[in-house]
C-alpha cells in the first residue's frame, strides 16, 4: 500500500522493491491517494495476497485504524511504518518512533524561531528503529512466529 502523491513513496518504494527482489517476492502495488479511498478499500482489495506492507505516509497513518482492521477482515499478515499500527492490532511494526520525532521536530522549530535558517539546519534521520510484535493478532491469524523472530524485537504485544 502506497501512497503515490506522497514524497517519501518513492525512496520507500525503491527500499521496498529492493528488498522484495532479494527475497524473491513479487510485489503488487496498492496505490491509495486520498482518506476516501482508504475507507472505500474491502478485504476483497487484498485477495491473494500472502501479505500487505504499508508503507510511511501521514495520511495512512491518520487512517491505520481502518487499515489495520481491512488487514484483520481479509486475514492477510501486514506490516507497518510505525508502532501505532501495532498498538491499534497490527501484525508487525518497524520503523522510527514517531512521538521521538515529533519532539525532534520541536527542536528544530525551536532553533529556526530562535533565527536559525532551516536550509542551514541539517537533515537527521531516526537513530532507532522499533521492531513491534503484535503476538495476539499473530494467534488471530493462526500463525505460528518463529522464536528467534519473536525475541529480535523491542516489544511483543500480548
Not at 46 to 74: C, E, Q
Not at 78 to 88: G, H, K, L, Q, T
Request: no cysteine.
Amino acid at each position: 500500500m502506497l501512497d503515490p502523491t506522497s514524497v517519501v513513496t518513492a525512496p520507500q518504494l525503491r527500499a521496498t522493491e529492493g528488498a522484495a527482489a532479494t527475497l524473491g517476492i513479487r510485489l503488487a502495488k496498492l496505490p491509495i491517494s486520498t482518506p476516501e479511498e482508504v475507507d472505500a478499500l474491502r478485504p476483497a482489495a487484498l485477495a491473494g495476497s500472502d501479505g500487505l506492507v504499508v508503507l510511511p505516509g501521514a495520511m495512512f497513518y491518520n487512517h491505520r485504524a481502518t487499515i489495520v482492521a481491512l488487514a484483520a477482515a481479509a486475514r492477510v499478515p501486514a506490516i507497518y511504518p510505525s508502532r501505532e499500527y501495532a498498538d491499534d492490532g497490527g501484525l508487525i511494526a518497524y520503523g522510527p518512533n514517531v512521538p521521538h520525532a515529533y519532539r525532534r521536530a520541536a527542536g528544530y522549530v525551536d532553533r529556526i524561531l530562535r533565527g536559525a535558517k532551516p536550509g542551514d539546519l541539517p537533515i537527521e534521520e531516526a537513530s532507532k528503529l522499533e521492531f513491534i510484535v503484535n503476538f495476539h493478532t499473530a494467534l488471530q491469524l493462526g500463525l505460528r512466529l518463529p522464536i528467534d523472530f519473536v525475541v529480535e524485537a523491542d516489544e511483543v504485544i500480548e
